[in-house]
């Protein structure tokens, strides 16, 4: 199940990975965090979601690029670069190649994000709310920040148009999301009747979830990987 890739659009490739077997399966798109489609996202995201059994896909909204993270400049100028209204389209163009696929149930597509794709997967949530019927969300900075330090549209405005459950991840140490941004994305999507799940892992700080990383939390990573599972499996399996 290594992952593949695949031009789809003018600019746009999709690196996805499918399930062994014979079978017609749901899919995952992943929005990447802000380093790019690096060994984390392929191997630790997609090709782990297509070993649990979903076709998972990640479209690559930056265009080749690929940080380290010794570049922090660099990295924030791409993440700056990223418009939401292109994501859509890309994401729309995903979701149109994964239903021409007839290994894919069409009618049971997922999204999952981290930290900058944490935010973009709450947000197609919101704008695709007829094509993804279940997200999780980790540790998405710039949902509902008192000021984004990017310049980011904060999204609480787009909660009302959310059809399906959504699951949300964050560190109990990160100090770029706070408490008080809990609160407020908690407090939107109660007022609004949203289904969806909140978790909060002690002891782990920002991007936990990112094994070649310093912040990777092996305890952490252990407990959210089987509720994120769960969560897709309830949501996406049912008949």
Not at 55 to 64: L, M, N, T
Not at 121 to 148: E, M, V, W
Request: net charge negative.
């Amino acid at each position: 199940m290594a992952t593949q890739r695949q031009t789809i659009g003018v600019g746009l490739d999709v690196f996805y990975a499918k399930p062994e077997g014979e079978g017609r399966f749901p899919a995952i798109i992943l929005f990447t965090e802000g380093l790019g489609l690096n060994e984390d996202m392929l191997v630790g995201v997609v090709e782990r979601l297509a070993g649990a059994g979903y076709f998972a896909c990640a479209p690559d909204i930056f265009h080749g690029d690929v940080f380290d993270g010794t570049d922090r400049d660099a990295m924030i100028a791409k993440i700056r670069s990223i418009n939401d209204d292109q994501v859509l389209d890309e994401t729309r163009q995903t979701i149109g190649w994964l239903r021409a696929r007839p290994e894919v149930r069409g009618d049971r597509i997922g999204g999952i994000g981290f930290c900058m794709g944490g935010r973009l997967a709450f947000l197609a949530h919101s704008a695709l709310c007829d094509d993804i019927g279940a997200s999780a969300c980790y540790y998405g900075g710039g949902i509902a920040p008192d000021q984004d330090l990017v310049g980011r549209k904060p999204l609480l405005d787009r909660v009302p148009a959310m059809k399906g459950p959504i699951y949300l991840g964050y560190g109990a140490e990160d100090g770029g999301i706070t408490p008080a941004e809990h609160a407020r994305i908690v407090a939107a999507l109660s007022a609004a009747k949203k289904r969806f799940e909140f978790q909060l892992f002690p002891g782990a700080g920002h991007a936990f979830l990112s094994e070649s990383r310093p912040s990777y939390n092996a305890n952490a990573a252990a407990e959210a990987w089987p509720l994120t599972l769960a969560f897709f499996d309830r949501y996406l399996r049912r008949p």
